[in-house]
């Protein structure tokens, strides 16, 4: 179930996109569900029934929608309503299917620290601009969920320059 909740939408989300009442999405859907009833075509690859709780703690019913739920319903609906519910099914999927890789927080920051600074020196022996080493510190830094100023790498001036002066030269600044 958990896996199912991580690759579909409810179908109150779905109305809000359709702009329709949930009760007459959930109406609609139920009719989906008896027309591939009577083609003998299951209907959980597109509809899964659910409930929901309200903020009044009343329990209601829904369905969670997959991905070709989403497509079922875009196909019925026609115009600048149809556009935009597909439009945002298919960046709503998207997001669900490539999340950002960003490893899970880690319980230990010291082993975080202990690799940055073998980093970190590896990249002085090498002969690495500081400014680079502050990149890679951050960049390892967000992928365990570590949090650091907005301006914790500073590109020196004359770094700056030189690049202004390549694109100035290029034709592309």
């Given at each position: 179930?958990?896996d199912l909740?991580?690759?579909?939408?409810?179908?109150?989300?779905?109305?809000?996109?359709?702009?329709?009442?949930?009760?007459?999405l959930?109406r609609?859907?139920?009719?989906?569900i008896s027309?591939?009833?009577?083609?003998?075509?299951?209907f959980?690859?597109?509809?899964?029934?659910s409930?929901?709780?309200t903020?009044?703690n009343?329990?209601?019913?829904?369905?969670l929608v997959?991905?070709?739920?989403?497509?079922f319903?875009?196909?019925?609906?026609?115009?600048q309503?149809?556009?935009?519910?597909?439009?945002r099914?298919?960046?709503?999927f998207?997001?669900?299917e490539?999340?950002?890789k960003?490893?899970?927080p880690?319980?230990?920051?010291?082993?975080?620290a202990?690799?940055?600074?073998?980093?970190?020196?590896?990249?002085d022996?090498?002969?690495?601009?500081?400014?680079?080493?502050a990149?890679?510190?951050?960049?390892?830094?967000?992928?365990y969920g570590i949090?650091?100023?907005a301006?914790?790498?500073k590109?020196p001036k004359?770094?700056?320059?030189?690049?202004?002066?390549?694109?100035?030269g290029?034709?592309?600044?």
């Amino acid at each position: 179930m958990h896996d199912l909740m991580r690759t579909t939408i409810t179908s109150m989300e779905a109305a809000e996109w359709c702009g329709k009442e949930h009760s007459k999405l959930l109406r609609d859907i139920r009719n989906y569900i008896s027309q591939l009833g009577e083609a003998k075509i299951g209907f959980s690859d597109f509809f899964n029934e659910s409930t929901y709780v309200t903020e009044q703690n009343k329990t209601l019913p829904c369905f969670l929608v997959t991905k070709k739920g989403c497509e079922f319903i875009a196909h019925k609906m026609t115009g600048q309503r149809g556009t935009e519910f597909t439009a945002r099914y298919i960046n709503r999927f998207h997001e669900m299917e490539n999340p950002k890789k960003q490893i899970p927080p880690t319980e230990h920051p010291g082993e975080v620290a202990n690799l940055l600074k073998v980093l970190s020196n590896r990249m002085d022996k090498q002969g690495i601009a500081p400014y680079k080493s502050a990149e890679m510190v951050k960049m390892v830094c967000e992928q365990y969920g570590i949090q650091l100023p907005a301006d914790f790498v500073k590109v020196p001036k004359y770094e700056q320059m030189s690049i202004v002066k390549f694109l100035e030269g290029s034709g592309k600044a």
